[in-house]
């Protein structure tokens, strides 16, 4: 799905434009899907505790010393943190569309309390130029206090937002560092026409944005000892559009060694939807797109920008102001991760099942209701209100087989017919697409899955009231249990977010997440379940209730 991933007002994925005659046409159609699923994103960021606005440095305040040079961060009780870390130098100017250069070392001491500006990007409510190109930062949180002699576990967070939207500073991390005794790296990254444009002047298109958070990793590789880390216990985790970076990097052979588990959260190596999942006429998504696709859009890209002289199309290109390149337009054009080139040899679906990817534990899961927030989003532009408008979508998103689906998926088995063309895609393109690279990935490296599936989730993205889609468990409504929130939780609640951060941060630390937490494996492999109350967390069987087996026969 076109950003399958909510852009959520912080969350996000999407795909590359077409070419040939029809590319304008399906060109509208993507860009239309794009933004159904971008406005239902604009969110996360109020519902997180934001960083606190740089104060002057005190006395108290850590500092420390990194390959580049020193850093004064901020003291907060029981954490710490260092904000707006450069890792690699601006890629401005003739840098734009480079891999990333390793900063400059710097004399004195930096002032570390204030996180960078995001990576540039088009608001996703009124489409205007923000962020910055000058944005390859990170933000470091730290438990206050002496490290153990060997070092603390290292997180390094991906933000999700669909490759096009999102920022590091939206995930303060103050709790999961300092209950999990774990440092926590989040990442900004190029974004879309900034991270993942194609051209043949470039060779192809080199996937910029994974590069940049390569270059983050081996720079918690060189500096995670000096903030107290252990540099061999690094796990990369994200969730949407960073879960399906984690993925691109299980895979990719640049990758290796940078990292020693991963966690994704909805978002796996399989994850598609098919036509008209968001809104109807729009085609089939997959997060990842050929090299010559992206090559060619990015051809005809530089001809609509004036740039279409093929001799100097680059440094045309290259001095256009960020305003000129970060519309919605060109954003979404360019926010699938491209392969058959250096850096991701081959579709990451096909490696997987093939066994090339990295040996490294992995926890993989999803939402119970993962597709409600997207259904309830495009409600008031694409109602599904009775049997007739559901027949509709699965006659398109399926075809011959819609009949079959509506026989599995009645909608009078379903409070509304809403609620049942929800729980399909979230079945077909979600859970049981997820369950699938489970046992792909189970087969040679221990994996532990898991589903949240806490349906009284508070809402804290601002999502309108839709009544006949209540969101439950909906797509990133888990992100508050594990970072900073200002959450109304219940007791209950409160008790879950505190043991998912207790699983996550003792996977980072032992590969194991839990005693309580079946590995993937066996006749009848069973998934996590993630809700408060008594019997809430408890092991299940997950492709059981999506109704996986009927996916396998009908082509989830």
């Known amino acids: 799905m076109p950003h399958p991933l909510p852009v959520r007002r912080s969350l996000a994925i999407g795909p590359t434009g077409p070419t040939g005659p029809t590319g ?5 159609v993507r860009t239309g899907l794009a933004a159904a699923l971008l406005a239902c994103a604009t969110a996360l960021a109020p519902a997180l505790v934001p960083a606190p606005a ?3 440095p005190d006395r108290a305040d850590p500092v420390v010393h990194t390959a580049q040079g020193a850093l004064r961060g901020r003291a907060h009780g029981a954490y710490e943190t260092f904000r707006g870390v450069p890792y690699a130098q601006p890629p401005l ?24 500006p995001r990576c540039a990007q088009a608001d996703l409510r ?3 130029p923000v962020g910055s190109e000058d944005c390859l930062r990170l933000d470091v949180t730290r438990p206050a206090g002496r490290a153990p002699a060997r070092g603390r576990p290292v997180m390094v967070w991906l933000h999700g937002g669909a490759f096009v939207s999102g920022s590091a500073a939206d995930y303060p991390a103050g709790r999961l560092a300092a209950r999990g005794d774990a440092v926590v790296v989040a990442v900004e990254y190029r974004l879309g026409v900034f991270g993942l444009f194609g051209h043949p002047g470039l060779g192809g298109a080199p996937d910029f944005t994974l590069a940049d958070q390569r270059a983050a990793l081996r720079w918690v590789r060189d500096n995670a000892r000096r903030f107290g880390g252990d540099p061999g216990r690094v796990t990369l985790f994200g969730e949407s559009a960073g879960a399906l970076s984690a993925c691109a990097h ?5 990758s290796a060694g940078l990292f020693h588990r991963a966690v994704l959260q909805s978002g796996s190596c399989l994850t598609s939807m098919p036509k008209g999942a968001v809104m109807p006429g729009a085609p089939a998504w997959s997060p990842w797109a050929r090299e010559r696709d992206t090559r060619a859009a990015g051809e005809a890209a530089a001809r609509r920008l004036g740039c279409g002289r093929a001799a100097d199309a680059l440094r045309c290109l290259r001095a256009l102001p960020a ?15 491209s392969y058959g080139n250096r850096p991701l040899p081959e579709e990451p679906g096909r490696a997987l099942r093939a066994g090339r990817f990295r040996r490294v534990p992995v926890v993989q899961g999803t939402n119970r209701d993962e597709m409600r927030y997207f259904v309830a989003d495009s409600f008031a532009a694409y109602p599904v209100r009775d049997e007739r408008d559901y027949r509709a979508r699965l006659r398109d998103a399926f075809g011959d087989a819609a009949a079959a689906v509506e026989r599995r998926y009645p909608a009078r088995g379903f409070p509304t017919p809403a609620l049942a063309w929800a729980a399909v895609l979230t079945d077909r393109s979600w859970t049981c697409t997820t369950l699938r690279a489970d046992r792909l990935l189970a087969a040679r490296v221990p994996v532990y899955g898991y589903e949240f599936a806490d349906r009284s989730a508070p809402n804290l993205f601002g999502l309108p009231t839709v009544p006949e ?30 043991r998912m951060t207790d699983a996550w941060t003792r996977f980072a630390r032992t590969s194991v997440p839990g005693p309580e937490w079946p590995g993937f494996g066996g006749p009848a492999p069973r998934v996590l379940s993630l809700a408060p109350g008594a019997g809430g967390i408890r092991p299940v069987d ?13 082509g989830a």
């Open 250 to 254: 299980l895979v990719a052979p640049e």
């Open 323 to 337: 305003a000129r390149l970060a519309t919605p337009e060109l954003m979404r054009a360019f926010s699938s991760v």
């Open 93 to 116: 100017g003739d840098l734009r569309w480079r891999a990333p250069v390793p900063v400059r070392p710097w004399h004195g001491v930096r002032d570390a309390g204030a996180s960078g």
């Open 542 to 554: 997950a492709a059981a209730v999506h109704r996986c087996a009927f996916w396998e026969r009908h």
């Open 54 to 56: 740089a104060a002057a």
């Open 126 to 128: 009124t489409g205007a």
């Open 469 to 498: 889609v209540p969101y439950g468990a909906a797509h990133g409504f888990e992100l508050p249990y594990l970072f900073d929130a200002r959450a109304p939780f219940t007791a209950g609640q409160r008790a879950l977010s505190a």
């Open 24 to 28: 304008h046409r399906r060109a509208a």
